[in-house]
């Protein structure tokens, strides 16, 4: 167990919905970051926030927006959703927001979200 | 930005034998390379890390090396067993826009490790 908790662990939804994935870092952790992980691809980094700041931006849909609450657990919001979305939605946090000694980077268990 | 190739994408080695995986970066300014361990379905596990100031690093049968000048970094596993049959992430530490190394990994396509006993 990574410690990073994330909601719901199974999502089917139709095309044209919107849904709300949800983030519990780590106890301490700062930063939390969210990873697309489509069937067969790898790990695109979506977006990052620290401290409840948005910190760095990936590869992220205009269609997909994310925040960072006060105690600190993150929502990634997916809306008008496509047939091509579907896929494992990977939440990651960490103690620090730089790369730099110590940044150990932790993933929780995923989102499925399959688009039908 | 940060931008990493990953070689090769699938390897198959036999019970006992050496594993090696290799991967290339983009931007000098990274300056750390974690390496995951991805089971079927499953999270991503760290299992190794090595920054910037360290050319090797080991931990059992497992080892990372770091060449920066060539900006390219490896992964070697050794008396691989079929446990160790998973897909594999290199990663490196994404530049910020105001200098230095960035939270965020930029990965990897995965290298798919299969062990034969």
């Known amino acids: 167990d990574s410690g990073v908790t994330q909601t719901p662990k199974h999502l089917i939804t139709a095309t044209g919905q919107r849904v709300t994935l949800r983030c519990s870092p780590r106890?301490?952790?700062?930063?939390v970051y969210w990873y697309q992980q489509s069937l067969d691809q790898g790990l695109q980094f979506l977006i990052q926030y620290y401290n409840g700041e948005e910190r760095a931006k990936g590869n992220i849909l205009e269609r997909f927006s994310a925040q960072q609450f006060p105690d600190l657990h993150s929502e990634l919001n997916l809306s008008s959703l496509e047939l091509g979305d579907s896929a494992l939605y990977f939440c990651a946090s960490s103690v620090e927001a730089s790369g730099t000694s110590g940044n150990t980077i932790y993933f929780g268990e995923g989102s499925w979200l399959t688009v039908v | 930005g940060e931008n990493v190739e990953q070689h090769p994408s699938t390897l198959s080695v036999q019970e006992g034998d050496s594993a090696v995986i290799k991967c290339t970066y983009s931007?000098?300014?990274?300056?750390?390379f974690p390496w995951y361990k991805q089971e079927l379905g499953k999270r991503p596990q760290l299992i190794i890390d090595?920054?910037?100031?360290?050319g090797e690093k080991k931990d059992q049968r497992i080892a990372v090396t770091l060449n920066k000048t060539a900006k390219h970094f490896s992964l070697h596993i050794t008396e691989t067993q079929p446990e160790d049959s998973a897909v594999y992430f290199c990663a490196a530490s994404s530049s910020s826009r105001y200098g230095g190394s960035q939270g965020n990994l930029i990965f990897g396509k995965g290298t798919k490790l299969s062990v034969k006993p």
């Open positions: 931007d000098s300014a990274s300056n750390y």
């Open positions: 106890s301490g952790d700062l930063s």
């Open positions: 090595i920054r910037s100031n360290v």
